[in-house]
T-cell receptor, first 114, second 109 residues
Framework: DAGITQSPRHKVTETGTPVTLRCHQT?????MYWYRQDPGHGLRLIHY???????DKGEVSDGYSVSRSKTEDFLLTLESATSSQTSVYFC?????????????FGPGTRLTVT | LAKITQPISMDSYEGQEVNITCSHN???????ITWYQQFPSQGPRFIIQ???TKVTNEVASLFIPADRKSSTLSLPRVSLSDTAVYYC??????????FGAGTRLTVKP
């Protein structure tokens, strides 16, 4: 399995509080992604990164920000959590971007906003 | 951007061949089609990827017709361990990627 870890694995927080999720990889892959997974929606891309300090928005980026200061770490921040952000969050990495890419997913973080 | 449609669920029996179809009517010229498998409490795992015609690897085949508006994942002789959710992904990369909502496959003894 690809070396991807996510922390925390589970978190319960209150509405309005800031939350940061961390994704750490040991594969030295250039591309990193954050997805959320909700019933009936599959996985939806929040943000992705194509290098240190290089990020772009995905399909559902509102209410989320990201940072990547090192190749191995990609942080997802909810500045002020809302109940609609209760979800399972997956980080993924890939070596290349484009039609030959294969994404490797982390184990996920279950976030509950009360 | 491609709108992706897959059946919500399918049932099968051990030893049968399973075909899961994904519809992507407005697929773009540069888009590839990728399938992932996900077990409970785990992240999705890559199964197979293709652009057109047929692709086969050690675990599955992917059939894509000439118009590329759909694709079919074929799992030969499924076992209980193939019970999982299967996702179709269409796109070239970055924020053009779209996952379907997933097909829950249940394999019965």
């Amino acid at each position: 399995d690809a070396g991807i870890t996510q922390s925390p694995r589970h978190k319960v927080t209150e509405t309005g509080t800031p939350v940061t999720l961390r994704c750490h990889q040991t594969e030295n892959h250039r591309y990193m992604y954050w997805y959320r997974q909700d019933p009936g929606h599959g996985l939806r891309l929040i943000h992705y990164s194509y290098g240190v300090k290089d990020t772009d928005k995905g399909e559902v980026s509102d209410g989320y920000s990201v940072s990547r200061s090192k190749t191995e770490d990609f942080l997802l921040t909810l500045e002020s959590a809302t109940s609609s952000q209760t979800s399972v969050y997956f980080c993924a990495i890939s070596e290349s971007l484009g039609h030959t890419y294969e994404q490797y997913f982390g184990p996920g973080t279950r976030l509950t906003v009360t | 951007l491609a709108k992706i449609t897959q059946p919500i669920s399918m049932d099968s029996y051990e030893g049968q061949e399973v075909n899961i179809t994904c519809s992507h009517n407005n697929i773009a010229t540069n888009d590839y089609i990728t399938w992932y498998q996900q077990f409970p409490s785990q992240g999705p795992r890559f199964i197979i990827q293709g652009y057109k015609t047929k692709v086969t690897n050690e675990v599955a085949s992917l059939f894509i017709p000439a118009d590329r508006k759909s694709s079919t994942l074929s799992l030969p002789r499924v076992s209980l361990s193939d019970t999982a959710v299967y996702y179709c992904l269409v796109g070239e990369g970055n924020n053009d990627m779209r996952f379907g909502a997933g097909t829950r496959l249940t394999v019965k003894p």
